[in-house]
């Protein structure tokens, strides 16, 4: 029975994390003899790649609230015609010329035709949804500017990820020192968890090939 599209791709994405880990053991073998035969040379190695660099000050942009109320009221009624006329252009569009099935068919060849389907589907209601939830937006902006508000108001509250990650730039060092403390023992231990996948990912990698 022929591979179809769904199953080639499976099968490439197993073999790249397959030399993915491979690669990732024959590093953490290189590392556990470091450790075993030059303890003060891997320490050094750490020290000098041991650099933190933490995104909460180049991602504080996206973080902070911009409110573009004030423009959309001051010209409601063009955005409000501008929202109904591509609204109502992308629906017709939709309706018209693009049907699930065929959209199913043409991404999914050979593939397996369900999940395929299921997600055409999925995508091209979410669309018309979307595309009529523009429309009523936009004749709220024009005939029902103050019901549009209070909607507003109810659904515009802002949640800010800096606060909740915030303990996660704090740096751990536990792990490190106590490698440090016992670099030859932690060298073997290292050495033989990456013989172990290496050996195993060699297997995968034979068997499929």
């Not at 073998?29 to 470091?34: D, K, L, P, S, V």
């Not at 902070?64 to 009221?73: I, K, L």
């Not at 024009?142 to 800010?160: K, M």
Request: aromatic share 10%; proline share 3%.
């Amino acid at each position: 029975m022929p591979l179809t599209n769904l199953d080639l791709a499976v099968q490439l994405i197993f073999v790249l994390c397959l030399w993915f880990f491979l690669i990732m053991g024959a590093l953490g073998f290189a590392t556990g003899a470091g450790l075993m035969l030059d303890p003060p040379l891997m320490q050094w190695v750490s020290a000098v790649m041991n650099r933190w660099v933490s995104l909460r000050r180049p991602t504080k942009w996206a973080n902070v609230p911009r409110y573009v109320e004030a423009t959309v009221r001051r010209h409601r009624r063009t955005i409000g015609v501008i929202f109904v006329l591509t609204a109502a252009i992308s629906l017709l569009g939709l309706i018209a010329r693009v049907d699930a099935h065929s959209l199913a068919a043409e991404f999914g060849r050979g593939a397996s035709g369900e999940m395929v389907d299921w997600i055409a589907q999925s995508v091209y209601w979410m669309l018309i949804a979307g595309s009529l939830l523009a429309i009523a937006t936009g004749i709220m902006l024009v005939a029902a500017p103050h019901a549009l508000q209070r909607i507003e108001t109810q659904a515009n509250r802002w949640y800010s990820f800096r606060h909740v990650s915030l303990g996660a730039d704090a740096m751990h060092f536990d792990l490190d020192a106590l490698v440090a403390r016992f670099p030859r023992v932690s060298g073997l231990a290292i050495v033989l968890m990456a013989l172990v996948d290496m050996i195993e990912c060699a297997i995968g990698l034979r068997a499929i090939g």
